[in-house]
């Protein structure tokens, strides 16, 4: 009998060098640290530079110093996705052979008036407002926008492609019902043919977009769990299509509730400036937010000590009880208030 190798667990922070880490993100890298020490996994640190355009040359260096401020340490060098793109070109080609994406000459015009309403067209994490309806045990998630509406998907490999430059490759979704157990979120299902449709998994330029990139990472890395915000919850749908076509078990994913603001709407400037640096440079002591993010994540708020009994600890302290207690079925499913 052979016994199957058992995989060690890996887990990741993956931040977008594309502006200044605020609250909401120092809430998720903190749940995915205590997630991973808890479970001696490999935490790596991946930064998400693919998405050229909106990249700030200062926000990979910022980030690193953000991450050390809360105390959070991470394994290994960073791996950085524009190092990466021979990877992604390679699971492109594979897919590009099997038939699976076919290139996109669409603009952004062309698609709006091929649908009455604005299409979710952007190639980086999509920002689309979702909406997720109970049935029983499941949520059904379904976005605000159009889906593609299929102009470019006659081409099959082997036809002549367009100019270079010109086209984007668009990857086929299966049009059924996919559901998957999320550790936070509970179970979601999606409609994929309606709430999803084609999606691009590269840029006009030939460059991969967030969805391709994250998927290739994440195998390569062996990584066995994807904390992060759930307004990603539906991109999970898209990047589940491409686990599957590739033949390899998807991790486990903890959507965390986003953090919003007294208004109830995502954390943004109108909330005042929440950047993780404005706290630093104020003299703000990161115990304060690593607090804050603690006792907003518990949703029995009597399973951490009194604020004034916590009002000493430091932040090894904070994260050696934090280890101790996360626990995804404890994790708070609300949205978390920031006032
Ligand atoms: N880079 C994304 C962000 O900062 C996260 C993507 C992911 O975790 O898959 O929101």
Redesign the pocket.
């Known amino acids: 009998m052979t016994i199957p190798a058992i995989k060690p667990p890996v887990c990741r922070l993956?931040?977008?060098p594309t502006g200044a880490q605020h609250l909401g993100?120092a809430r998720t890298f903190l749940l995915a640290y205590w997630s991973a020490r808890a479970q001696n996994a490999e935490l790596i640190l991946r930064i998400?530079d693919i998405d050229s355009p909106r990249v700030k040359p200062w926000a990979t260096d910022q980030v690193i110093e953000d991450l050390a401020w809360l105390g959070i340490d991470f394994d290994g060098q960073p791996i950085i996705q524009t190092q990466r793109t021979d990877r992604y070109q390679a699971v492109l080609d594979r897919m590009i052979a099997d038939d699976r994406v076919y290139p996109c000459t669409c603009t952004r015009t062309d698609i709006e008036s091929a649908s009455s309403a604005p299409h979710e067209h952007s190639t980086g994490?999509p920002q689309t407002s979702t909406v997720l309806q109970a049935t029983g045990q499941e949520r059904t998630i379904t976005a605000e926008s159009t889906i593609y509406p299929g102009t470019c998907s006659g081409w099959r490999v082997g036809d002549p492609l367009p100019a270079p430059g010109t086209y984007c490759w668009r990857f086929r979704i299966v049009s059924a019902r996919r559901c998957f157990d999320d550790l936070v979120a509970g179970r979601i299902c999606c409609d994929l043919g309606t709430a999803i449709g084609d999606f691009p998994v590269t840029r006009k330029e030939g460059v991969a977009a967030?969805q391709l990139a994250?998927v290739v990472d994440d195998i390569d890395a062996g990584v066995s769990e994807?904390v992060?915000?759930d307004d990603?919850l539906l991109s999970t749908f898209r990047q589940l299509q491409i686990y599957e076509h590739l033949g390899v078990a998807s991790p486990e994913f903890a959507h965390v509730p986003l953090v919003v603001g007294e208004d109830g709407r995502r954390l943004a400037k109108r909330h005042g400036d929440t950047r993780l640096a404005h706290y630093r440079k104020q003299g703000v002591a990161p115990e304060s937010i690593v607090a804050w993010a603690a006792r907003s994540a518990m949703s029995d708020p009597a399973c951490l000590p009194s604020p004034e009994a916590t009002a000493a600890w430091e932040l090894s302290r904070w994260h050696a009880e934090m280890i101790e207690r996360i626990d995804w079925t404890r994790l708070s499913r609300e949205q978390v208030r920031y006032s």
Do not use: D, M
């Open positions: 993956a931040p977008s993100n998400e994490p967030y994250v994807v992060r915000g990603l």
